[in-house]
């Protein structure tokens, strides 16, 4: 596998760091428990998107586009970050913006990463929760085509084929940050959505022979859904990097975690942000990154790892919506 045939563009900070959580390992008493700082890919906050969209951009220049098109919901960091990667390299960013969360208010609707598209420049179209993404992408893309500019959509998530490099780039970062360390990973935790940071990872470990085990956390409540997308696009990067075997044996997405719906705060939710944030000064979001942690100590208590597994705990980002959801952390109106 090369990753070096793929066209990309370099503004990510990495490689991201890789530390022992040592207070929370001590307090689950096992397995140890690292984690892999993707909040901190500098972009505009930082993020998961950061990695994907090295690869996307650079497909957008390779494609002329002078316009960069994207969905999500109102607080997208997927969104955010493709509006701060757009303002890096002087490209215009649309944005749709649907209104999928049963979770609003002045905060909700202003604040975080709503605030930041708009401090980036992005230009934001809001849809009702039920409103289709991809003909709203489309219909924009025919007006920037009408008035002669050359528009470059990408998918919610930034999940297809060419994003997930950016995490096929990030199991093999993973895999030499270990080595140097000296540690064995035997599982990545993270929060899976849209499915091209699992489908990356796993394709990444596979190239590589690695026995490190992905568990995806689902975080959208439907976890045969988010299951599927990752499987799809684990088999599309299978094809597309020539990889052995059958990688429907590595995709595992457990559910139980995400509450009622995406983005709805849960209870453990807050207590996982609340305990990353009194043990370890991690501060982590409530809508991918919390649901996942609360996956991941759940899974300890409940035996899922041996005590003296390693556990990398993938901190996907998300951060700047905490502050969208100060009233669910028991803050007043
Ligand atoms: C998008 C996102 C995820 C999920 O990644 P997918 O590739 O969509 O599965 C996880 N965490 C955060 C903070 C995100 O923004």
Request: glycine residues 12%; charged residues 20%.
């Amino acid at each position: 596998m090369q990753l070096a045939r793929y066209p990309r563009l370099r503004f990510a900070h990495l490689p991201t760091p890789l530390e022992p959580l040592e207070r929370l390992s001590r307090n689950l008493g096992g397995p140890r428990v690292y984690v892999k700082r993707d909040d901190c890919t500098g972009l505009g906050f930082g993020g998961n998107k950061t990695r994907k969209l090295e690869f996307l951009m650079a497909d957008a220049l390779a494609h002329g586009a002078d316009t960069v098109i994207t969905a999500g919901g109102i607080q997208s960091n997927h969104v955010r970050q493709t509006a701060a990667a757009a303002a890096r390299l002087g490209v215009d960013c649309e944005l749709v913006l649907t209104r999928i969360v049963p979770w609003n208010g002045g905060d909700y609707e202003e604040t975080g990463n709503v605030q930041l598209d708009r401090l980036l420049g992005a230009k934001l179209h809001f849809h009702p929760g039920d409103a289709d993404r991809d003909a709203a992408m489309e219909e924009i893309a025919g007006w920037v085509h009408a008035r002669g500019g050359r528009p470059y959509v990408i998918p919610v998530g930034g999940s297809n084929p060419v994003g997930a490099l950016g995490y096929v780039a990030c199991a093999l970062e993973l895999e030499n940050q270990a080595n140097d360390l000296g540690i064995e990973v035997d599982y990545v935790v993270h929060a899976s959505s849209s499915g091209g940071t699992q489908a990356g990872l796993v394709a990444g470990f596979r190239a590589i022979n690695s026995p490190t085990r992905v568990i995806g956390i689902d975080v959208d409540a439907d976890t045969e859904a988010v299951a599927t997308d990752v499987g799809r696009l684990a088999q599309a990067m299978a094809d597309q990097l020539d990889l052995p075997g059958d990688i429907a044996d590595d995709v595992v997405v457990k559910g139980g975690y995400a509450g009622e719906t995406y983005g709805a705060p849960t209870a453990g939710m807050v207590d996982a942000v609340t305990r990353l944030a009194r043990t370890e000064a991690l501060v982590l979001d409530p809508v991918y990154s919390g649901k996942a942690m609360a996956g991941l100590i759940d899974l300890a208590e409940n035996g899922a790892f041996e005590s003296s597994d390693t556990v990398v705990f993938l901190h996907t980002g998300g951060t700047p919506s905490l502050f969208a959801y100060r009233t669910a952390f028991g803050e007043p109106e």
